[in-house]
């Protein structure tokens, strides 16, 4: 009888931070594998954008990877390092490593919103 009552916790549930975390990276790992297109429309707003501006982002996408690529022999691997939210803001700061070729690291924070139950980067 005890299993049952032990059992049956939520505590393995993601915690919105987790969530945020994961989405960030998978936009990274999106744009490291030429996703520009899925990279950009991560970003909050790009939805009401015109065509032709969410074309240029797409390219700024993929020349951001290219210059990357020239300074640091590109990026190899994306890690999540943690997710704090603020709280008045309600923005979820996503601080992830970005492993260079070069063996370069460098940390950037991804400040991300949830929008209709998506995260998206703002």
Not at 53 to 71: F, P, S
Request: hydrophobic share 40%.
């Amino acid at each position: 009888m005890l299993f049952l009552f032990t059992s049956c916790g939520g505590d393995n549930l993601p915690s919105h931070e987790d969530i945020a975390a994961k989405a960030a990276k998978a936009y990274y790992d999106s744009l490291l594998s030429g996703g520009y297109a899925y990279f950009s429309s991560g970003c909050v707003g790009t939805d009401s954008l015109p065509l032709h501006y969410r074309e240029q982002l797409q390219v700024n996408a993929k020349q951001y990877i290219l210059e990357l690529k020239k300074l640091h022999n590109g990026i190899n691997e994306v890690k999540i390092v943690t997710a704090k939210t603020d709280s008045v803001t309600k923005v979820t700061n996503v601080f992830l490593t970005l492993c260079f070729g070069d063996s370069v690291n460098e940390e950037i924070v991804v400040p991300m919103l949830e929008e209709n139950g998506v995260w998206k980067m703002k």
